[in-house]
């Protein structure tokens, strides 16, 4: 079966420090994959998606990157951190496009920037 | 941009009783689908619709589409304490490499 893993679970960083976010997908091959912000109270903005391997679209323009560098592997990635980066960060695959199934979602990173 | 809007924001019913959740969104849809997250949880996922769909069952969970008024309702029948968590309905526009767009989701507190 496919399950999704994501961590840290929790993590605390200063302002002005990096950022990697790393979420794994085992039990299926060339998934489609996402990062999602949510922040307090909010709905989930997406970030990031990915159809394969080194292939990346941004949805926002903002202070973080991601990177897929196997194919089950998302990474998102910050070189200096901001305040208003806090959020609750969740990734997720899919098998094809949201137009064909739902997406399965990891556990979520809660990150604070202090 | 979000598309799906949530309705109502919160809503706190009896355990036993029916909790019926709606979603409205502004664009043309391939499919609408309904998440639900636990607290400081991922977002898991309860059902999907196609645009081609009117109702769709699963458990105690009933899903409506209505085209035509761009809305879905999400209908929990005999609710129970274990239900209390966020809604989120999520859309799929219509078009090559879409993705889901969530609303801001509907926060359920159900009292044992």
């Known amino acids: 079966s496919q399950t999704i893993h994501q961590w840290p679970a929790t993590l605390v960083q200063p302002v002005g420090s990096p950022l990697s976010l790393e979420c794994t997908v085992e039990?299926?091959?060339?998934?489609?994959l996402y990062w999602y912000r949510q922040a307090a109270g909010r709905g989930l903005q997406l970030l990031f998606y990915?159809?394969?391997?080194?292939?990346i679209s941004s949805e926002v323009p903002q202070n973080l990157s991601a990177s897929r560098p196997q194919d089950r592997q998302f990474i998102l990635s910050s070189k200096k951190l901001l305040l208003s980066d806090s959020g609750f960060y969740l990734c997720?695959?899919?098998?094809?496009?949201?137009?064909?199934?739902?997406?399965?979602f990891g556990s979520g990173t809660r990150l604070t920037v202090v | 941009s979000q598309q799906g809007e949530e309705d109502p924001q919160a809503l706190s019913i009896q355990e036993g009783e029916n909790a019926t959740m709606n979603c409205s969104y502004k664009?043309?849809?391939?499919?609408l689908q309904w998440y639900r997250q636990n607290s400081g949880r991922g977002l898991v996922h309860l059902i999907l619709?196609?645009?081609?769909?009117r109702e769709k069952h699963s458990g105690r969970l009933r899903v409506t589409l209505d085209t035509s008024k761009k809305s879905s309702s999400l209908l929990i029948t005999a609710s129970r304490a274990a239900d209390t968590a966020s809604y989120f309905c999520?859309?799929?526009?219509?078009?090559?490499?879409?993705?889901?767009?969530f609303g801001k989701g509907i926060t359920l507190s159900v009292r044992p």
């Open positions: 997720a695959w899919s098998e094809g496009g949201a137009h064909l199934y739902g997406y399965t």
């Open positions: 039990g299926t091959s060339n998934p489609n």
């Open positions: 990915s159809v394969g391997i080194g292939q």
């Open positions: 664009t043309s849809i391939n499919n």
């Open positions: 619709i196609r645009s081609n769909e």
């Open positions: 999520a859309t799929v526009s219509t078009g090559a490499n879409s993705k889901l767009t």
